[in-house]
């Protein structure tokens, strides 16, 4: 998977890149509007571009506008400031995929990207495992086609697990994905142990181990193999 960066902030490009390099992605960057469409343009083979609105000689919205006129599909990401509502909705009404928030964390950044490369392998909403079946777009549970309740932290959870279904994910990405930057690390891991109990509890499929299971000092992972 190949992923194009474009944001005019060096240090955060930096970040980005580090974090999807360490996930395997194959990564390219570019600093301000008119970088990033000739590297579109000239190599329209990127799997999914994470675009800033904000940048000097063309910005980000100027930048999706013509990628679309020109025909170019690719999933986008767009990246607006904090509170920014009339750039994402113009973003959204332009032909952007998804839209995420500065600050953000580097957790959530790498759910959101590959809850789009399997939109966009997939064109489906659903996440499952087993008879456990998470509605993204209605934001709905079902465990064997019938209505589960869970509260807003523990769908967080488990759509955060389904979206990684397979990988090992930690206490402290759930955490941070979850609750983002207002956790304390150190007393977080009881509690994030309590929600899992719990989740655990409604998502019980009859006479079998928990489709989540714990790896003893790291995290947790969700799969069929129970």
């Keep these: 998977m190949k992923i194009l960066i474009v944001d005019d902030e060096e240090e955060l490009r930096f970040r980005v890149r580090k974090a999807l390099q360490s996930e395997q992605y ?10 990033a469409l000739d590297k579109i343009v000239d190599n329209d083979s990127f799997d999914l571009i994470i675009l800033d609105i904000m940048m000097p000689m063309k910005d980000g919205l100027s930048v999706l506008h013509e990628i679309r006129d020109d025909g170019i599909n690719t999933p986008v990401l767009m990246l607006t400031a904090l509170g920014d509502l009339d750039s ?4 959204l009404n332009k032909g952007a995929d998804d839209y995420l928030a500065k600050p953000f964390s580097m957790a959530e950044l790498l759910a959101r990207i590959r809850a789009m490369l399997r939109r966009g392998r997939q064109t489906n909403p659903l996440l499952s495992c ?3 079946c998470l509605n993204t777009v209605n934001r709905s ?6 209505p589960v309740s869970l509260t807003v932290k ?9 979206y990684n279904k397979g990988r090992v994910i930690s206490r402290f990405s759930l955490a941070e994905h979850v609750w983002g930057d207002n956790f304390d690390p150190f007393t977080m891991s009881n509690f994030i142990d309590v929600h899992i109990k719990n989740l655990r509890q409604k998502i019980k499929i009859q006479r079998q181990e928990s ?16």
């Design 130 to 132: 087993g008879p456990v």
């Design 141 to 146: 549970v079902t465990l064997n086609e019938k």
């Design 211 to 226: 489709i989540i299971r714990t790896v003893r000092g790291t995290g947790y992972i969700i799969d069929d193999t129970p």
């Design 26 to 35: 194959m990564v390219e960057t570019a600093g301000n509007g008119e970088e």
């Design 88 to 91: 994402r909705v113009r973003g």
């Design 154 to 162: 523990e769908f967080a959870m488990l759509e955060f697990l389904l």
